[in-house]
């Protein structure tokens, strides 16, 4: 028996030394996002929220123009969210993801998620999520859409038509949304991490 603790000891001592620690063990999940008037940032907290109720995964929350390079391809899942700009991603996140890396595919089989916040029921919330996921798609990544048929590109909140009308935060049922999103990308992170 002190033979096999001796081992076990030298072999976590081998681990620590070369550096793996037990946090490259968990899935890495950013979320990026560019929130205009508080909605989408609300959206993000709702999403991040969800993916913390997730054993074995580290969550980075970031705005756009704070998340760098070095942070995508740390990333084993990247959740972008936007306010919907005439029917499309803001013009930061469009920005933002042009500037995304693209030699040598980095970030091909990473996990790719959307959401959006827009200020009408048909304000092109779907297709905003759409042209996220479609960048993602040129860079290679694996797309994974909310856990229900009724959010299926992701998740999406409507704040200024009623009876959704809010300042700077999202209703209930649409944070729900984002974090049932959140939880679905951390969840197969999880998975798709363990069996790589």
């Given at each position: 028996?002190?033979?096999?603790?001796?081992?076990?000891?030298?072999?976590c001592?081998?681990?620590?030394?070369?550096?793996?620690?037990?946090a490259?063990?968990?899935?890495l999940?950013?979320?990026?996002?560019?929130?205009?008037?508080?909605?989408?940032?609300?959206?993000?907290?709702a999403?991040?929220?969800?993916?913390?109720?997730v054993?074995?995964?580290?969550?980075k929350?970031?705005?756009?123009?704070d998340?760098?390079?070095?942070?995508?391809l740390?990333?084993?899942?990247i959740?972008v969210?936007?306010?919907?700009?005439?029917?499309?991603?803001?013009?930061?996140?469009?920005?933002f993801?042009?500037?995304w890396?693209?030699?040598?595919?980095?970030?091909?089989d990473?996990?790719?998620?959307?959401?959006?916040?827009?200020?009408g029921?048909?304000?092109?919330?779907?297709?905003?999520?759409?042209?996220i996921?479609?960048?993602?798609?040129?860079?290679?990544?694996?797309?994974?859409?909310?856990?229900?048929?009724t959010?299926?590109?992701?998740?999406?909140?409507?704040t200024g038509?009623?009876?959704?009308?809010?300042?700077?935060?999202?209703?209930?049922?649409?944070?729900?949304?984002?974090?049932?999103?959140?939880?679905?990308?951390?969840?197969?992170?999880v998975?798709?991490?363990?069996?790589r």
């Amino acid at each position: 028996m002190r033979y096999r603790s001796r081992i076990a000891i030298l072999f976590c001592m081998a681990l620590s030394s070369s550096g793996v620690s037990a946090a490259q063990d968990k899935a890495l999940i950013l979320i990026s996002y560019h929130s205009q008037h508080g909605h989408t940032r609300a959206m993000a907290e709702a999403v991040e929220q969800g993916a913390r109720s997730v054993k074995g995964v580290t969550v980075k929350l970031l705005s756009v123009a704070d998340t760098k390079q070095a942070d995508l391809l740390a990333a084993d899942a990247i959740i972008v969210g936007s306010p919907v700009h005439n029917a499309n991603a803001s013009a930061e996140v469009v920005t933002f993801m042009s500037q995304w890396p693209f030699q040598g595919a980095p970030l091909r089989d990473k996990l790719g998620a959307a959401f959006v916040s827009g200020g009408g029921i048909s304000a092109g919330e779907e297709i905003a999520q759409l042209n996220i996921l479609h960048s993602m798609m040129i860079f290679g990544m694996i797309i994974v859409g909310g856990p229900e048929w009724t959010s299926a590109f992701g998740a999406s909140a409507i704040t200024g038509e009623p009876p959704f009308e809010s300042s700077d935060g999202v209703a209930p049922a649409f944070a729900k949304k984002g974090e049932a999103l959140g939880k679905r990308v951390a969840e197969l992170a999880v998975k798709w991490k363990r069996n790589r």
